[in-house]
């Protein structure tokens, strides 16, 4: 291989390296909030973690976080608890921060 030959499969490694790193935060992020909405929500531990895991589900079928909000919020809502949306989107990002903390220290 040549320099550049070498230097471009570096870069894409890297690249392949960061949005893995990326998935990995954003999947460990929507567990921490499932869990955070399931102790709202007075679920028991082991339905507390399929909830958590619901939630990273419906973060998979659509890009962003709206469809994550609509669903916690439709739960919150079905339970007759006050949803405040704008409270919700900054714990999404607290745990963003918290979710890259603790896979960056894995």
Same mark, same amino acid.
């Given at each position: ?33 499932g ?12 339905e507390?973690?399929?909830? %958590? &895991?619901?939630?990273? #589900? ?6 962003? +976080?709206?469809?994550? @909000?609509? !669903?916690?919020?439709? $739960?919150?809502? %079905? &339970?007759?608890?006050? #949803? ?6 900054? +714990?999404l990002?607290? @745990?963003? !921060?918290?979710?890259? $903390?603790?896979?960056m220290?894995?």
């Amino acid at each position: 291989m040549t320099g550049f030959e070498d230097r471009l499969q570096g870069e894409l490694a890297r690249f392949h390296h960061d949005q893995e790193v990326a998935f990995r935060i954003r999947l460990r992020r929507d567990k921490l909030f499932g869990l955070k909405i399931a102790k709202l929500l007075g679920l028991g531990d082991a339905e507390a973690a399929d909830y %958590a &895991k619901e939630i990273v #589900v419906v973060d998979m079928s659509e890009a962003g +976080d709206d469809v994550i @909000l609509r !669903k916690v919020t439709s $739960d919150l809502e %079905a &339970k007759g608890l006050p #949803v405040d949306l704008e409270g919700l989107k900054r +714990d999404l990002t607290k @745990l963003q !921060k918290e979710a890259h $903390d603790q896979v960056m220290h894995e």
